[in-house]
């Protein structure tokens, strides 16, 4: 099972009340840059002294202990536009994994801005960590990897020839999307969206209007509204456009849960009627628009699912000194709510 940090982190967690991602964070001196709660710090930092808690970090060589199958040091390098909800699902997955295959890990977060992986350089190799975990890499930070040779096997979340990856075929769940407005009788459908540089939005964005064109659906150019940035409050102000629209399309895709959040709220206090004027489906299965009211139909991949995988191959490679990249698919879910129902799909 994971030792030491992992387990006490767990630990700290259960005795404050908070998510194991949010204590790492904290324990990582990056409470204040990812906005929790100076009330939520204190509590952390004061349990974890309470509890004797030892951080892995730099204090040994990950590889000095010797045999395979030795305590490991895994650095998850995590972007920061990627909500606390999203990591604390994906760590659901690296703990379970972990306990269920008894692997002996130690996880390390280390956050990096979106675009600028390449800043944490001097930080990606075999002194400090045995292996990698590179959650939310955008096409620029996907460049830079592949420009670069590591001493230290890395497992990233988009597709790659190079590296191996765990993820969702990003393509073919915007092309369903699309499908599934088709097989709805719509004839419009529109498009919420992030300028962010993301490998995934834009994979699900082509997907979505190739099979648009396909399918018949007509996407007009003020129908595809995007924001800067992937957070709540970007959702919200690129729905005020939609909001203000005379004619709107009969399907909205919104690309990212987070925007879906903040898209929610301002549809509320619209005269939008939903989904009898305009249905909505949002990427991202996030349990916080299950429970709004209208709930909201998804469609995606388990960030659990993701985590589990996500170490069982980082392992598989490392116990096996394997070269050549493995690549896992996460298969596509749909969790039906309010906003859009298929008859015949909602069981899916």
């Known amino acids: 099972m994971a030792r030491t940090a992992t387990v006490q982190i767990k630990q700290i967690a259960e005795r404050v009340g908070l998510s194991p991602s949010t204590v790492s964070i904290v324990l990582n001196g990056r409470g204040d840059e990812m906005r929790i709660s100076k009330e939520s710090q204190r509590r952390v930092l004061e349990a ?7 951080p892995a970090g730099n204090a040994r060589h990950p590889r000095t202990i010797a045999g ?6 895994v650095g998850v390098f ?10 604390s699902r994906y760590f659901s997955g690296l703990f379970k994994a972990s306990e269920e295959n008894h692997y002996d890990v130690e996880f390390v977060v280390k956050m990096f801005r979106n675009g600028e992986l390449s800043a944490l350089r001097d930080h990606m190799n075999q002194k400090r960590y045995s292996g990698i975990l590179i959650c939310g890499v955008s096409s620029a930070d996907m460049e830079y990897l592949n420009e670069q040779e590591f001493d230290v096997p890395v497992v990233v979340n988009r597709p790659s020839n190079k590296f191996s990856s765990v993820c969702a075929d990003a393509y073919e769940i915007g092309a369903e999307c699309a499908r599934m407005f088709a097989k709805r009788g719509f ?10 540089g993301s490998i995934g939005i834009g994979l699900r964005e082509l997907g979505f209007l190739n099979e648009c064109r396909t399918s ?13 940035s992937m957070d709540m409050e970007t959702g919200y102000e690129c729905a005020k456009s939609f909001s203000e629209m005379k004619e709107r399309p009969e399907g909205l895709f919104i690309l990212l849960d987070s925007l879906a959040l903040g898209a929610m709220m301002q549809f509320k206090g619209s005269d939008i009627r939903i989904p009898e004027e305009m249905s909505i489906v949002a990427y991202g299965l996030n349990p916080m628009l299950r429970h709004i009211s209208p709930s909201v139909t998804m469609i995606g991949n388990s960030m659990v699912d993701t985590g589990r995988n996500a170490i069982d191959i980082l392992m598989t490679v490392m116990n096996n000194k394997i070269s050549m990249p493995i690549s896992k698919l996460i298969p596509l879910k749909y969790e039906f709510g309010e906003t859009f129902r298929l008859a015949g799909m909602e069981k899916k």
């Open 68 to 73: 395979d199958q030795a305590e490991k040091t």
């Open 48 to 54: 974890a002294k309470e509890m004797s808690y030892r």
């Open 187 to 196: 004839r419009t459908a529109g498009i919420l969206s992030a300028n962010a």
């Open 216 to 228: 018949g659906l007509t996407v007009r150019d003020e129908w595809i509204v995007k924001g800067k």
């Open 78 to 87: 995590w972007n920061e536009n990627f909500g606390e909800d999203t990591m």
